[in-house]
């Protein structure tokens, strides 16, 4: 059965799109730590990061860079966290974290956000890709 993520591709389930091209998406976490928080995903169907092959896998660090670059820009942060958990959707997926401190990379506190408040931080983003 095709992934969460492999549906968000196909545009069955609807998400907020920062960026794609033919072989990466990014979109923003529908749970997020914080607000600019995106997960940049390849399109193949992979469950592990290290499963992938190292064409694939190096086009997403690099296709994760790009758009972590623009939450830079779109989000005051000190950094620009990077993580890789998998534990929920067995379809690799990067995390992009905004965050200020070490505990911004927890996964216990979230941010709930508007709709429109989604599409404004998607727009911001986008905007300096
Ligand atoms: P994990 O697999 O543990 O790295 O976590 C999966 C992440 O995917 C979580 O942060 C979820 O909030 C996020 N997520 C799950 N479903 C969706 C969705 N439909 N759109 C955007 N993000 C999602």
């Not at 992938?52 to 966290?81: M, N, P, Q, W």
Request: charged share 25%; proline share 4%.
């Amino acid at each position: 059965m095709a992934s969460i993520f492999t549906k968000i591709i196909s545009g069955e389930i609807p998400s907020f799109k920062i960026y794609e091209d033919d072989k990466y998406l990014a979109f923003l976490d529908i749970n997020p730590n914080a607000i600019g928080h995106t997960l940049c995903i390849p399109k193949t169907e992979v469950d592990e990061i290290f499963d992938l092959d190292d064409e694939t896998l190096s086009g997403l660090i690099i296709f994760s860079k790009k758009v972590a670059c623009a939450i830079k820009k779109a989000v005051v942060c000190k950094r620009v966290g990077v993580g890789v958990i998998g534990l929920e959707v067995p379809h690799v997926h990067v995390h992009l974290i905004p965050i200020n401190k070490m505990d911004d990379m927890s996964f216990d506190s979230k941010v709930k956000l508007t709709e429109n408040e989604f599409i404004e931080i998607m727009k911001k983003i986008k905007s300096f890709i």
